[in-house]
């Protein structure tokens, strides 16, 4: 895809998804890290539900820390891997603590230093708590960019460096939200919905689907 269809192509997805936002709820930038963690192979509906008890009980690194790895548990055990990300969060919030005063960093350096923060975590939270210009790319931004021809690469990172690359820099940090959605709800991982899709014209990708499927009819059975 050429840069001036990369341009279009996300223009379009800023009108198609005029207030994207995060779709995990949190009320500040310590609720929203620890929701990232969480969401780690998890559904954001799922973690907004592990997380609504979570946060009334816990809104603070030191509450956090004075609830305890099981009592974190004892909130998240709906979603996957809420052994790992009870130890996990329960451990951020003591560095937090002992090295940032309880504040969150606002760089990739010193977020990536906590524990269950990966690169993907780092971007998401200083995309939206700290406005920086970044990519966090998961698997939905990572289909959209190589099916579309967006930005295609053989790995996260790759797809990463070339959005950030062939994004225009003014477009960037929201672009992480229109893609996302973009993703989600049009560009399905097993039939992309291409009949409803705002940026078909610009998609590359060979085998559109033009056409809703028909219904399935039931089949009758004989007694």
């Not at 028909?214 to 059975?221: A, E």
Request: hydrophobic content about 40%; proline content about 5%.
């Amino acid at each position: 895809m050429s840069l001036r269809a990369v341009k279009e192509f996300i223009t379009i997805l800023s009108h198609e998804y005029p207030h994207a936002e995060s779709e995990l709820v949190f009320r500040n930038s310590f609720e929203l890290l620890v929701a990232v963690v969480l969401s780690a192979q998890a559904t954001d509906k799922s973690v907004n539900k592990a997380t609504q008890g979570l946060f009334a009980e816990a809104p603070t690194p030191e509450l956090m820390v004075a609830l305890g790895e099981e009592g974190i548990a004892r909130h998240i055990r709906t979603i996957g891997l809420w052994r790992a990300k009870a130890h996990n969060v329960a451990k951020l919030c003591q560095q937090l603590l002992k090295h940032h005063h309880g504040h969150i960093p606002s760089n990739r350096k010193d977020l990536e230093a906590l524990p269950g923060v990966g690169r993907k975590t780092a971007n998401v939270v200083l995309n939206v708590a700290f406005d920086q210009d970044t990519m966090a790319v998961d698997t939905h931004i990572f289909r959209i960019s190589n099916r579309t021809g967006l930005a295609p690469g053989k790995n996260v990172r790759e797809v990463e460096d070339a959005l950030v690359t062939r994004i225009p820099k003014a477009m960037l940090r929201p672009s992480h939200h229109w893609l996302i959605l973009l993703g989600r709800y049009t560009c399905k991982a097993r039939t992309p919905e291409c009949w409803r899709c705002a940026v078909t014209a610009q998609c590359l990708y060979e085998d559109k689907q033009l056409t809703p499927p028909l219904p399935k009819t039931k089949q009758r059975t004989h007694s």
